[in-house]
């Protein structure tokens, strides 16, 4: 009887012991560090934006205990292909945890991510849907290019005499928090009347980026599939200023100069840094009344200025969605964790009357970090 009372005793030390040990020990070891090298084409506008959310969801990071911190670099400027390739190989060198790069121009970083593969870290691209052949991604954070083009072309309609919210056509009612993306334009527009389709006419120029770059073609080629299928709707020319304001402003002097008034309605900018440039210009010569600028991006500057009327309606690309789920995702894959292939922030129209859903509070789902150090490996 005493040996069996003993063994029972014993039992119940070892099991409480055991118990005890696993509530004390964490499930895993969180590294002392984790380091993001965040390679973005440049660290103004919009880039601004998504490294501040970077930022922004590190330090959400770091009040739960994970240490994260972000590294920055970047190049001269969006031409500086080079520039942006010896980054990436910096971040490889210095063995940063994980590279999230937002590239210039696709073809020109693969030679960098392959040799990040071959070193064992991962890879996030923000800014992009569309996987890129032959090197490994863990993650893909952005849009649809072509898609944002599409959206932009049909905030132009609108305004311009189609159906929506914008202009002078038939006004249609909108729920708070409605996503106008490119399926609520498309459901618009396939009910679009003969009689409203002639109502559509304008004559516009085109900012586009770098001229055959794979981000310019695809937006031009998302904007042109919608407004080329309009008669009424003319565009007087193309000018590339990649995705420069000061180059904007330029691109933008020529068109009207060349456009005296009374022939030219739109400037759509397929930036809101080039965008923005073209405010600037049209403002400048005495002829907003008359211009009417619309672009892409969305930063909290552009969202102002919509607000005061300054620019018709942008294209939402997600820059804080860009740094915020970046982080997040780092993190995970930092830790052992899988984390979406496909992130579409999906791109909808930003426009007076929506503003405030965009900027100054941006809509993020708050990051469950606690969650995620638990599922540490």
């Known amino acids: 009887m005493r040996v069996a009372k003993s063994a029972l005793c014993l039992l119940f030390v070892l099991v409480l012991g055991s118990l005890v040990f696993s509530l004390a020990a964490p499930a895993a070891d969180l590294p002392k560090k984790i380091v993001i090298g965040w390679a973005p084409p440049d660290i103004t506008g919009v880039f601004k934006t998504a490294t501040d959310y970077f930022e922004k969801a590190a330090a959400d990071a770091r009040k739960h205990g994970i240490n994260v911190s972000v590294i920055t670099q970047s190049p001269a400027s969006h031409t500086a292909f080079a520039d942006q390739v010896s980054i990436i190989e910096d971040y490889i060198q210095r063995r940063v945890d994980v590279i999230a790069i937002s590239p210039i121009e696709v073809e020109v ?44 072309a049909y905030a132009v309609l609108d305004y311009f005499g189609g159906p929506g919210v914008l202009g002078t056509g038939r006004k249609v009612d909108v729920k708070p928090g409605t996503y106008l993306d490119l399926k609520w334009w498309q459901d618009l ?80 900018a ?43 309606a942008e294209t939402w690309h997600g820059f804080p969605e860009w740094g915020w789920y970046g982080t997040k995702f780092a993190v995970m894959l930092a830790l052992g964790q899988e984390v979406p292939k496909i992130f579409d922030v999906r791109p909808r129209t930003e426009y007076k009357d929506n503003a405030d859903d965009f900027y100054p509070v941006p809509k993020l789902e708050p990051i469950d970090w606690e969650a995620i150090k638990a599922r540490a490996k």
């Open 109 to 152: 970083i693969k030679p960098a991510v392959k040799k990040a593969n071959k070193a064992g870290i991962p890879v996030i691209i923000v800014n992009l849907l569309e996987p890129i052949e032959g090197i490994d991604v863990a993650s893909y954070i952005g849009f649809d290019n072509t898609v944002a083009g599409e959206i932009s």
């Open 189 to 268: 527009y396939s009910k679009i009347t003969p009689q409203e389709k002639a109502n559509i006419k304008a004559r516009g120029a085109i900012i586009e980026g770098i001229a055959g770059g794979f981000f310019s073609v695809a937006r031009l080629r998302g904007f042109h599939s919608v407004i080329d299928n309009y008669p009424g709707i003319k565009i007087v020319g193309t000018l590339p200023a990649d995705w420069n304001r000061e180059k904007g402003i330029r691109a933008a002097e020529d068109f009207l100069a060349s456009n005296p008034p009374g022939t030219l309605d739109f400037i759509w």
């Open 270 to 312: 397929a930036s809101n840094e080039m965008g923005l440039g073209a405010m600037l210009a049209v403002e400048a010569a005495g002829r907003q009344k008359e211009v009417k600028v619309f672009t892409n991006d969305g930063t909290p500057e552009s969202v102002d200025r919509i607000r005061e009327g300054r620019l018709i």
